[in-house]
């Protein structure tokens, strides 16, 4: 597909990379975007959020509270939802399966950017009701806005030749047929599979330096929660730019 890949016609998308709680850098990216948007008065323009908005960052409670809110120059949102997100939701849900390994690798900063402090769990609990001790304070603290946003988010969007997921697609299987698991979690099957997959495809969770460009895909995870540099693709027919912090 290469850089023949293009949007439908008269569209702009503005795809922006895993966030993880920098909402410093999510309200710069955020400034940049609407001023670029702004002269496009004719186009119909969407942001796309690949999904992992919150942990290992500071501020995943404040990242939420303004993806909640609108934005300016006719800038309609899309939030997929990201391994992150999965396992915080999965969480809640009383699926404790991936939760040490989830809170070691930032859940941890998430849920104590909600007032839920991680390291302070009663003495002598076993390790499942330490892990129930922390969700129910989180099932009592997490505004039901929050949970709603977490609830809403989608496993994939498409727009003409591009396929959006937050982690990639397993190769060789039809796009409509995807798995939601792969679509937020899979990696090297996907990361290191040479050949077309239907449609360009647009993702994040594997951090790079750089936005990292293929014939077959576009990785915009660029590790913004330690690097400080939060990542936008923006696609118009068949131009890409990039804007980023």
């Given at each position: 597909?290469?850089?023949?890949?293009?949007?439908?016609?008269?569209?702009?998308?503005?795809?922006?990379?895993?966030?993880?709680g920098?909402?410093?850098?999510l309200?710069?990216?955020?400034?940049?975007?609407?001023?670029?948007a702004?002269?496009?008065?004719?186009?119909?323009?969407?942001?796309?959020?690949?999904?992992?908005?919150?942990?290992?960052?500071?501020?995943?409670?404040?990242?939420?509270?303004?993806?909640?809110?609108?934005?300016?120059?006719?800038?309609?949102?899309?939030f997929?939802?990201?391994?992150?997100?999965?396992?915080?939701?999965?969480f809640l849900?009383n699926?404790?399966?991936?939760?040490?390994?989830?809170?070691?690798?930032?859940?941890?900063?998430?849920?104590?950017?909600?007032?839920?402090?991680?390291?302070?769990?009663?003495?002598?609990?076993?390790?499942a009701?330490?892990?129930?001790?922390?969700r129910?304070?989180?099932?009592d603290?997490?505004?039901?806005?929050?949970?709603?946003?977490?609830?809403?988010?989608?496993?994939?969007?498409t727009?003409?030749?591009y396929?959006?997921?937050?982690?990639?697609?397993?190769?060789?299987?039809?796009?409509?047929?995807?798995k939601?698991?792969?679509?937020?979690?899979?990696r090297?099957?996907?990361?290191?599979?040479?050949k077309?997959?239907?449609?360009?495809?647009?993702?994040?969770?594997?951090?790079?330096?750089?936005?990292?460009v293929?014939?077959n895909?576009?990785?915009?995870?660029?590790?913004?929660?330690?690097?400080?540099?939060?990542?936008c693709?923006?696609?118009?027919?068949?131009?890409?730019?990039?804007?980023?912090?």
């Amino acid at each position: 597909m290469g850089t023949r890949a293009s949007t439908p016609k008269n569209y702009r998308l503005y795809v922006i990379g895993d966030i993880h709680g920098r909402l410093d850098l999510l309200t710069r990216l955020l400034a940049m975007i609407e001023a670029d948007a702004s002269p496009h008065t004719h186009k119909t323009k969407r942001l796309i959020f690949l999904g992992d908005y919150i942990d290992r960052g500071l501020d995943s409670r404040g990242v939420i509270d303004r993806l909640m809110r609108s934005f300016e120059n006719g800038l309609k949102p899309i939030f997929l939802r990201g391994n992150h997100e999965d396992c915080l939701l999965k969480f809640l849900k009383n699926d404790l399966r991936f939760t040490p390994i989830w809170l070691q690798y930032g859940g941890s900063a998430g849920i104590a950017s909600y007032g839920v402090n991680p390291y302070l769990l009663a003495a002598g609990l076993k390790e499942a009701d330490k892990l129930q001790h922390l969700r129910h304070e989180l099932l009592d603290i997490l505004p039901r806005s929050h949970r709603d946003f977490f609830e809403n988010t989608v496993v994939s969007v498409t727009y003409g030749d591009y396929f959006f997921a937050h982690a990639g697609v397993r190769p060789a299987i039809p796009l409509a047929k995807q798995k939601p698991e792969d679509l937020m979690w899979i990696r090297e099957d996907f990361l290191s599979y040479p050949k077309g997959m239907g449609k360009m495809i647009v993702h994040g969770h594997t951090i790079q330096p750089h936005p990292d460009v293929r014939p077959n895909r576009i990785g915009l995870d660029t590790g913004a929660y330690a690097s400080g540099h939060l990542t936008c693709l923006v696609i118009d027919g068949t131009t890409r730019t990039f804007l980023s912090t």
